[in-house]
T-cell receptor
């Protein structure tokens, strides 16, 4: 079944640690996105990619980085986690804008 | 650029009552419009979308939405809600003339269905 997978689902980590949030999709979509969702529900676009070796920063300034070496894989890395990074991170992919996005289940990150 | 305003941050409603979640958008070009639902501890799931054609769009779980170009609105409705409809609902917009512009989401509406 075609889908989009995020791991881990939950992560508690200490300040200063380096972490990578994984996102993979099996649908062959060129477009992939990372959103940060705050406790008040609002979604903020932090990174997106339109294909291999293509990455762009989104509307919300973020200290994270992304890479897109393979079509199916779009990991997000925090070099040094801080409590302000505590949030839910949602990954999504799309074939083209008229179809809409398919979302993963999210990673809930807590930095202590 | 596009923007989306969801007029209600929270909507409480009794079970089996009708509900309307309001969404207004702003855009200088034609748009695609979407409604997504998010259940607790999950990602977003597409409820329905408007691309072109009929202004009344039917989606999953008995939801429907009506595109009103003159009022730049895309309100979501359900004639009779269930407890299981309790969730967050997001309206989103993208320009129809560009496949490379990310969706813009509203801030969400929390629907609480009361038994």
């Amino acid at each position: 079944e075609a889908d989009i997978y995020q791991t881990p689902r939950y992560l508690v980590i200490g300040t200063g640690k380096k972490i990578t949030l994984e996102c993979s999709q099996t649908m062959g979509h060129d477009k992939m996105y990372w959103y940060q969702q705050d406790p008040g529900m609002e979604l903020h676009l932090i990174h997106y990619s339109y294909g291999v070796n293509s990455t762009e920063k989104g509307d919300l300034s973020s200290e994270s980085t992304v890479s897109r070496i393979r079509t199916e894989h779009f990991p997000l890395t925090l070099e040094s986690a801080r409590p302000s990074h505590t949030s839910q991170y949602l990954c999504a992919s799309s074939e083209f804008s008229g179809v809409g996005y398919t979302f993963g289940s999210g990673t809930r990150l807590t930095v202590v | 650029a596009q923007s989306v305003t969801q007029l209600d941050s929270q909507v409480p409603v009794f079970e089996e009552a009708p509900v309307e979640l309001r969404c207004n958008y702003s855009s200088s070009v034609s748009v695609y419009l979407f409604w997504y639902v998010q259940y607790p501890n999950q990602g977003l799931q597409l409820l329905l979308k408007y691309l072109s054609g009929s202004t009344l769009v039917k989606g999953i779980n008995g939801f429907e939405a009506e595109f009103n170009k003159s009022q730049t609105s895309f309100h979501l409705r359900k004639p009779s809600v269930h407890i299981s409809d309790t969730a967050e609902y997001f309206c989103a917009v993208s320009p129809s003339n560009s496949g490379n512009t990310p969706l813009v989401f509203g801030k969400g509406t929390r629907l609480s269905v009361i038994a």
